[in-house]
């Protein structure tokens, strides 16, 4: 794989010593990626909560990998800017991710694993400020063997939600980023 030498160090650091591999793989966006955001391709939401716009997120994946407990793994990151005067929640406990083989044939559950900075269920994003959280999931098989998958999230407004659902494919030919990176300068795929 092209990319493969341009993150094996910062990978195999990430993941334990762990290298690129039949594992290792990346998910993009299915819907149109925000090119003005830096970072990993990421899908822009803006999100409307009593008849407001209320913030704006962005949402990528990381790619899956293999843990150094050889638990087949993936990590989906979430950028939220309150654009309010009062708090937003991120409902973890709403949080979930839906995974496709190849064929598109539903699998097996993906489990939460945890939730970095590690938080409360609720998560609360302050008034006129950007909380960055990334999301890891147990995959119930190995990376390459998903073809495709949903993220599922809510973000409250007192007794109003925004539920959405963000699409991934897998894209092996995609730039790794170092899984729970947050988003930063995008450097090219040698």
Known sequence: MRHCLAILAAAAAALGGAAC????????????????????????????????????????????????????????????????ARPLTFDADALELVVFDRDGARLPPARLAMITPRSPSLIIVQPASTTMLGAYFELPVRPRNVGSM?????????????????????????????????????????
């Open 21 to 84: 591999g039949l594992d290792t793989t990346s998910f993009r966006p299915i819907e149109r990626a925000d090119p003005s955001h830096a970072g990993p391709p990421s899908v822009a939401y803006d999100i409307q909560l009593a008849d407001k716009l209320t913030a704006r997120a962005h949402v990528w994946s990381s790619g899956g990998y293999v843990s150094p407990g050889d638990q087949p793994m993936t990590h989906v990151g979430f950028e939220i800017r309150s654009a309010i």
């Open 150 to 190: 949903q993220v599922r999230w809510t973000v409250r407004l007192d007794a109003e939600e925004y539920r959405q659902v963000t699409g991934f494919l897998r894209d092996d030919d995609a730039q790794l980023v170092e899984p729970g990176s947050p988003p930063g300068p995008r450097s090219p795929s040698s």
